[in-house]
């Protein structure tokens, strides 16, 4: 899957939720492994700040990221819509200090997104894949967030509030594909209750009953139901009894979970990569999924490739009988014994090390290690097959190494190990020569790197 980004800059504009300034937002495209970045275009020197879990300075009713004094607030809906359109690079130009809160929700921003396109760039995605359960529980809160390993994104979120007129809810998304339908539109809500504490702490001062769900479930006397229209700059209403306040009914019964789920979104697209996991989130809010969030983006920082997954179980791409029929080598230099995974761009390639080998006795008698070199060539080997798997006729072709560059070996290879190779082309095939990026595996850990160029010549 490559990269996107859209195809035009579209604007929103609006009020913010609590500064209550008109802002415009300015959506940008943006280069091949850009990410998300936001830039303050009102201030003097324009500073930009990557929207990264690490960057997140307040999660008070909502996430807000900084960088010295410079603050971006209520940034999660703007992000969901892009994490869940699919977007991977895109530039943001605000002119003021936060996000445009709209209807409340995220379908304004698919909507625009919509009507620019997305563009498709010469680079793959990059996922980060959750390999094993990952949870984090906040004892004071009862918050928890856990992840599973899943072949795809997907949400489920349970929601607990102490009121009659919001009751524990769930919401569950199991393909992002289905963010518009069953999220984009869920509206940002808030008690009635809490109004004017956070008015009396300078928030919500954009606050208004068409960008937010107010839920009533305590009785409050008239003359203060008075002072808190006042305080938001609404026309007074007359409540006459609990529940939602709203003009616009709810769009589901369980709209506020919805939301809920809109936000972890918002929040997960701050690991900074598309994600390959299953999220269950209980009473989640901001903060938890702040601290969630750096925790993943430690290891990510960490990581300059993942693994390949590998399931011995599943049947390969390309078995050994058709890695015979695109590469000459032979016993005892056929290095790979299986293709699990193949594109145009790259190719995953199987190894298994047995105390067979024929270079063991040699290489050493008392310590069997596989030498350096032939790790390289099984890398190249694969990168063979990777180039040939799409020729017409590759029997008639064998690819020759040009140079080898930038060689690590990090940690033995011994009998007993599967070695995984991912090699990936890194420009275009041009004149025949192509420029590969290879890595070896041995579990998690890398084992082997090496650059190197191949050259496709047609066998006389």
């Not at 003021?96 to 809160?101: K, V």
């Not at 979970?257 to 936000?263: G, I, N, S, T």
């Not at 056929?334 to 270079?359: G, Q, S, W, Y």
Request: aromatic fraction near 8%; charge should be negative.
């Amino acid at each position: 899957m490559e990269q996107l980004t859209i195809k035009a800059p579209f604007s929103v504009k609006g009020k913010g939720l609590h500064s209550g300034k008109e802002i415009t937002a300015v959506f940008n495209p943006a280069p091949v492994n850009h990410g998300y970045k936001f830039k303050r275009i009102d201030l003097e020197d324009q500073p930009v700040i990557d929207a990264l879990a690490e960057n997140v300075v307040d999660t008070t009713r909502g996430t807000v990221i900084g960088k010295k004094d410079v603050k971006i607030s209520t940034i999660e809906h703007a992000l969901a819509a892009l994490y869940a359109s699919g977007i991977d690079n895109c530039l943001i130009e605000l002119d003021g200090p936060e996000m445009p809160i709209l209807d409340g929700s995220s379908i304004i921003y698919l909507e625009e997104i919509d009507k620019v396109g997305l563009e498709s760039q010469n680079a793959d995605k990059d996922f980060f894949v959750i390999k094993e359960k990952l949870s984090l529980k906040d004892e004071a809160t009862g918050s928890m967030i856990t992840i599973y390993p899943e072949d795809s994104f997907s949400v489920e979120v349970m929601v607990e509030y102490n009121s009659p007129i919001l009751p524990n809810q769930f919401a569950m998304l199991d393909d992002i594909a289905e963010f518009r339908q069953e999220v984009a539109s869920a509206r940002t809500f808030v008690f009635v209750r809490e109004i004017e504490q956070l008015a009396e702490a300078g928030l919500i001062k954009g606050g208004d009953l068409d960008n937010a769900i107010v839920i009533y479930d305590e009785p409050v006397a008239p003359e203060k139901i008075k002072h808190l229209c006042d305080i938001m700059g609404v026309p007074e209403i007359e409540v006459n009894q609990l529940g939602y306040i709203n003009p616009k009914p709810l769009k589901w019964d369980n709209e506020p979970a919805r939301h809920k789920l809109m936000d972890v979104i918002g929040d997960f697209a701050l690991i900074g990569k598309p994600i390959k996991g299953r999220v269950v989130a209980m009473k989640p809010g901001h903060t938890i999924n702040n601290q969630f969030t750096r925790m993943i983006r430690k290891t990510v920082r960490h990581t300059e490739i993942q693994s390949p997954s590998y399931n011995p179980n599943v049947e390969p791409v390309i078995d050994i009988n058709g890695i015979r029929k695109l590469l000459p080598h032979r016993y005892p230099f056929l290095m790979i014994d299986k293709i699990i995974e193949i594109d145009r761009k790259h190719c995953i390639a199987v190894k298994n090390v047995t105390v067979n080998e024929p270079f063991f006795p040699g290489h050493f008698p008392q310590e069997p290690v596989m030498p350096g070199v032939l790790q390289v060539e099984a890398m190249a080997q694969a990168a063979g097959v990777l180039v040939l798997n799409y020729l017409e006729e590759p029997e008639r072709y064998s690819t020759y190494f040009l140079k080898i560059d930038n060689v690590k070996f990090r940690q033995k290879v011994v009998p007993g190990n599967t070695l995984l190779m991912n090699v990936s082309l890194t420009t275009d095939i041009r004149r025949g020569c192509a420029m590969v990026k290879g890595y070896a595996f041995v579990g998690e850990k890398i084992v082997c790197e090496a650059e190197f160029m191949a050259q496709i010549i047609k066998n006389k």
